[in-house]
């Protein structure tokens, strides 16, 4: 990418829980903006949002909309990138997306900026944004990868903002009916798409995405495939379980990591220590660890309870939370562009 | 224990959330009982519960008290039991004893019934109950023993109810306090007794109990010590995780288990169906797995997303749920008091 004194920047899908975050990123990380184009479908578009303090129209996307752009940051969804990426990359901008469409394409860079910036040289005018899930546990490992990253089991404890602001709304209105009524309600959990939908408040549903052949769910393989493509480990074991928990915002990871080397937690403590924009929070004798409401609104992956296994000193366990709309989504995003315009 | 068609019952901690559910949960069995004295500390006693529709009053718990009982289901907490065990005991009761007091006594059985029930034999007066979480985990465990048991990978999802009745009261507290702020406030969660606290609606917490100086907490080596103990594998690896989460009622745990032997998913199925009081709820095609809100006021297990490591033909991960009052202290007791008479 040019570098430019400050860029002309589109956000497709402007409304949408993500949308506003990649708004309010811009903002607080002061990006240098020469013009703010919002985006979003017919049926979102004609709000007014603000950038700045500023009032900007979101308008209808187009295939033309993506003239005289430099950067475009996605977050309509999978068919909504698939149809505008192409038209944006031939218009000359280049495409950070968010959604899912164009991850594991091996022509495509899958980039965390602390972990494989050097990915996202010599892109094709995509560029793709991990899945929030992944995003935070890449920060963590990448920390660790001098050791030999072997073998991963992690379990989530994922919020419900991961399903778009009509998830957050929709468990506000479950909790709302539960103080009225003493008793809970099923609303559009685990998936708005699906026939058969169970109460989110006050309770942990094992189900993020949809099913696949092999039982495990799509949010469980991103882990897999994703973690493999950014470390550029292809060999990389990861097992899987992505649980639903009611937080509105913030996901936590339950985390054992194999090592090929024997390490210690002050070992891991060191190295997590001096990574970028990953902060140990470990005291437990004074009752400190990371916990989602903690990591909330903030742009940092936080790790704690470091520990080694009690059976094997080549296994290490610990807890890692990030904001998923912000490092897992809107903050990772920005930070592409900024790393792209740096590499300039 | 003798052969009675029906006995002289009592119960210590009565009116706190387990005590509740003992007297319930006898009810519900249909206990053959003579006589019900519930017992209580000076504070809690004086109220007047009900059981099987009659009122039965409260009294305050003394050495005394435990004359002509036959069995005595404590909950009570470490300290009585430890002042009251011995007493009971002394005057000729058994007693089945929910706290930790006991549990790592080698001369005190830890049992669930569907697991170790000939540990009752030889007894002397007093069985422990197990915690909660790892009483479930015992449960699919066990299914599962003939292939070898070696290394257990856990992260529990595990409700404020374990906590106390005063847990889930204060979360009804802070998700009221938050309906009307907008905002969440910290009350007594991780623990009532330490200086420092979080808030737990829309949170989750990787602390349950105290820490230990090996950074584990209390309740992560209780799944450790106890599974090596009722499954009577003292080489049991165990790798374990234990997280609260905003849930007034039942515990879930994501679990991995590498075996000795290759075992594949339909293997462990047809071992968990054939399991006494284990559900297997497991079809993921008809969005078909176990969640908290599944098993509550049950006195059932409940296993699913039962699949293969991506990576290890010997390993498996399942999902495992049950009420924590009830499966996990209530209902495990009043099986233990069952099975000593059907041994007698």
Redesign the interface.
């Known amino acids: 990418m040019e570098r430019k004194s400050a860029y002309r920047i589109a956000v497709l899908g402007a409304t949408g829980a993500v949308g506003r975050a990649m708004i309010q990123t811009l903002e607080r990380r002061n990006f240098p903006i020469e013009s703010l184009k919002l985006l979003a479908s017919e049926r979102s578009a004609h709000q007014t949002l603000t950038y700045n303090g500023s009032p900007v129209e979101v308008e209808v996307a187009k295939p033309e909309s993506f003239e005289d752009i430099d950067v475009a940051l996605f977050s309509a969804g999978a068919s909504a990138s698939q149809i505008f990426a192409p038209e944006a990359v031939k218009r000359g901008a280049v495409v950070i997306d968010n959604s899912s469409a164009y991850r594991m394409d091996k022509n495509v860079p899958l980039v965390v900026p602390e972990v494989n910036p050097h990915a996202l040289d010599g892109h094709q005018g995509i560029i793709a944004n991990p899945n929030c899930s992944t995003i935070q546990l890449m920060v963590a490992l990448n920390a660790l990868r001098e050791f030999g990253l072997e ?1 991963v ?1 992690i ?1 989530t ?1 994922q919020a419900v903002s991961g399903m778009g602001q009509k998830a957050v709304d929709a468990l506000k209105d479950e ?2 009916a ?2 009225k009524t003493g008793k ?1 309600k099923s609303t559009i959990f ?1 998936l708005a798409s ?3 939908h ?2 989110m408040a ?6 993020c995405d949809v ?1 696949l052949d ?3 769910t799509k949010e469980e393989m991103k882990l ?1 495939n994703e973690s493999r493509k950014i470390l550029e480990i292809p060999g990389l ?3 899987p ?1 992505a ?1 639903r ?4 915002n ?1 996901h ?1 990871e ?1 985390v ?1 990591v194999r090592f090929r080397d024997a390490v210690t ?1 002050e070992m891991a403590r060191e190295k997590m220590r001096a990574a970028e924009n990953l902060v140990v929070v470990d005291e ?4 400190l ?5 903690m990591a909330e609104n903030t742009g940092d992956t936080y790790v ?9 000193p080549n ?1 290490l ?1 610990f ?1 890692v939370v990030a904001d998923n709309l912000l490092k897992g989504a809107a903050w990772n995003a920005v930070q592409i562009a900024e790393t792209l315009i740096a590499r300039a």
């Open positions: 073998h089991f379990s404890y909790i709302t539960w103080s809970v685990p699906q026939d058969v169970y109460p006050f309770n942990v549903l094992p189900q099913f092999n039982g495990y897999v074991l990861v097992s379980t649980v928990v009611p937080v509105m913030g936590a339950s054992a937690p437990p004798s004074q009752y660890y990371p916990h989602p409401q704690g309870r470091i520990r080694q296994d009690l059976a094997d296994t366990l807890f």
